[in-house]
C-alpha cells in the first residue's frame, strides 16, 4: 500500500509564503509523476502544479510565477512552495503519485491540508 502524507498548511495572511510538503511511503515502490492539486469548497478539485520524475514541470496559469513545485526522489517527498498567495489561493491541497509497486500501476492521494489566506 502507498501512502502519502501531506503538511505544511495553515492560515497566512495575503502576499504571504508556505510550503506544503508530501512525504510518501510504501515497499518497493517507484514514483513517477507527481503533482499538487487543490480544491476549493464549492468547487472542483484542480491541478496546481506537476512534476515528473526527471524534474520537469507544469503548472496552472494562475499560479505561474508564484508557486514552486520540487521533489527529493532519495526521500521520495514532494514540494510545493507557494508565494505572494492570495486569497483565491485558499483551498484543501491534495497531493498525487503515480507510479508502480512491485511492478503494477499505482495511483495514491493524500488526505489533504488546507490552506487559507486571508485578505
Known amino acids: 500500500q502507498v501512502q502519502l502524507v501531506e503538511s505544511g498548511g495553515g492560515l497566512v495572511q495575503a502576499g504571504g509564503s508556505l510550503r506544503l510538503s508530501c512525504a510518501a511511503s510504501?515497499?518497493?515502490?517507484?514514483?513517477?509523476?507527481m503533482g499538487w492539486h487543490r480544491q476549493a469548497p464549492g468547487k472542483g478539485r484542480e491541478l496546481v502544479a506537476v512534476i515528473t520524475s526527471s524534474g520537469i514541470t507544469t503548472y496552472d496559469d494562475s499560479v505561474k510565477g508564484r508557486f514552486t513545485i520540487s521533489r527529493d526522489n532519495t526521500k521520495a517527498t514532494l514540494y510545493l512552495q507557494m508565494n505572494s498567495l492570495k486569497p483565491e489561493d485558499s483551498a484543501v491541497y491534495y497531493c498525487?503519485?503515480?507510479?508502480?509497486?512491485?511492478?503494477?500501476?499505482?495511483?495514491?492521494w493524500g488526505q489533504g491540508t488546507q490552506v487559507t489566506v486571508s485578505s
Open positions: 510504501g515497499s518497493i515502490i517507484m514514483i513517477n509523476g
Open positions: 498525487n503519485a503515480g507510479g508502480t509497486r512491485y511492478g503494477r500501476p499505482f495511483s495514491a
